[in-house]
């Protein structure tokens, strides 16, 4: 049977997302290959170190995982994206990094998740 897991991660009292006037804001989403298959607790671990490192950085977005493949959005300030994206992109845990999309925003859409998290339901009909 397929496990489906979602984790959200309200932030009480996290700033609003609305644009600071003296920061470009960016959002950026790509695609990327695990370079092995990550077990709940590899993902649990992850989302350990990142949340509260996003929330340090003004980071939000949300993180999707399905057998094997990751789709993560990434919104703040633009310079803390850029260099965490530079950073995820070294990570040995996965591979590929695919940029699908990268533009400023006004506002997060993601304002109040330091790192939504989705482990997608494997279905029969992806398989
Ligand atoms: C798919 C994927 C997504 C990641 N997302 C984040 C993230 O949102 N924030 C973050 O700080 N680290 C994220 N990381 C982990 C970083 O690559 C890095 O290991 C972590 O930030 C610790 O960096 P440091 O050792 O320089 O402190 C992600 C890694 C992977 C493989």
Redesign the pocket.
């Known amino acids: 049977m397929s496990r489906r897991t979602a984790i959200s991660r309200r932030i009480p009292g996290a700033r609003g997302g609305k644009k600071d006037d003296n920061v470009d804001m960016l959002q950026i989403i790509y695609g990327?290959a695990?370079t092995k298959p990550f077990a709940r607790e590899n993902l649990v671990d992850?989302?350990k170190?990142?949340?509260p490192?996003?929330v340090a950085?003004d980071?939000s977005?949300m993180?999707l995982?399905h057998s094997g493949s990751?789709l993560?959005v990434?919104e703040g300030p633009e310079k803390s994206v850029e260099e965490?994206y530079a950073?995820?992109?070294?990570?040995p845990?996965?591979t590929r990094c695919l940029l699908i999309w990268r533009g400023s925003i006004q506002q997060k859409e993601f304002e109040n998740w330091?790192?939504g998290f989705v482990d997608t339901p494997s279905s029969p009909w992806l398989n």
């Open positions: 990327s695990a992850l989302l170190i990142a949340r490192k996003n950085a980071i977005g993180l995982y990751f993560q990434l965490l950073k995820i992109q070294k990570d845990r996965h330091s790192m």
